[in-house]
T-cell receptor, first 114, second 109 residues
Framework: ETGVTQSPTHLIKTRGQQVTLRCSSQSGHNTVSWYQQALGQGPQFIFQYYREEENGRGNFPPRFSGLQFPNYSSELNVNALELDDSALYLC?????????????FGSGTRLTVV | TQLLEQSPQFLSIQEGENLTVYCNSSSVFSSLQWYRQEPGEGPVLLVTVVTGGEVKKLKRLTFQFGDARKDSSLHITAAQPGDTGLYLCAGVYGQNFVFGPGTRLSVLP
């Protein structure tokens, strides 16, 4: 079975721009979550999608938005990029709605905002 | 304020030594998970503990869930350089899945 794949792997954007990050979930998984991981810190929960509906959101502003598609792949969109948005963005999928059985993570997208 | 606290933050030991890292919370979790993350990669699930007092072993790694389901520990016996990485605990809190800040372990040959 294929794992979680994320694209692109690296990205450099200018402050104020918009960015879209993509994630293909593991086969059979219907839940996708997005995390932001700053250097030297643990991942911070952004939001989760379950069967195409947002199913929980962390403490991130509305300029962070997402989508989940019928094939359970997902996008993370960030508008009006700020320097502090520079981080590793991780996508994780699971087969349970709440992730009690563990998540499978992708390798992440390293976003640098200059 | 972190829902999950981890200690120590950093740990550097020699190959062959034993170590324990801790994950603590004031909240009760239905389950806790431990992940290991290497540089440039996403976290990889090591174990899920569900029952208070539960102990699980994975080769040289022993995981324990506290009786009250508020804390967990990870013990590594005879650490090897391949154990180097960021160890993260995580759990379901309400509708969200939250991580601790991690313990960065370095095992020197």
């Amino acid at each position: 079975e294929t794992g979680v794949t994320q694209s692109p792997t690296h990205l450099i954007k200018t402050r104020g721009q918009q960015v879209t990050l993509r994630c293909s979930s593991q086969s059979g998984h219907n839940t996708v979550s997005w995390y932001q991981q700053a250097l030297g810190q643990g991942p911070q929960f952004i939001f989760q999608y379950y069967r195409e509906e947002e199913n929980g959101r962390g403490n991130f502003p509305p300029r962070f938005s997402g989508l989940q598609f019928p094939n359970y792949s997902s996008e993370l969109n960030v508008n009006a990029l700020e320097l502090d948005d520079s981080a590793l963005y991780l996508c994780a999928s699971s087969s349970a709605g709440t992730g009690d059985y563990g998540y499978t993570f992708g390798s992440g997208t390293r976003l640098t905002v200059v | 304020t972190q829902l999950l606290e981890q200690s120590p933050q950093f740990l550097s030991i020699q190959e062959g030594e034993n170590l324990t890292v801790y994950c603590n919370s004031s909240s009760v979790f239905s389950s806790l998970q431990w992940y290991r993350q290497e540089p440039g990669e996403g976290p990889v699930l090591l174990v899920t503990v569900v029952t208070g007092g539960e102990v699980k072993k994975l080769k040289r790694l022993t995981f324990q869930f506290g009786d009250a389901r508020k804390d967990s520990s990870l013990h590594i016996t005879a650490a090897q350089p391949g154990d180097t990485g960021l160890y993260l605990c995580a759990g379901v809190y309400g509708q969200n899945f939250v991580f601790g800040p991690g313990t960065r372990l370095s095992v020197l040959p």
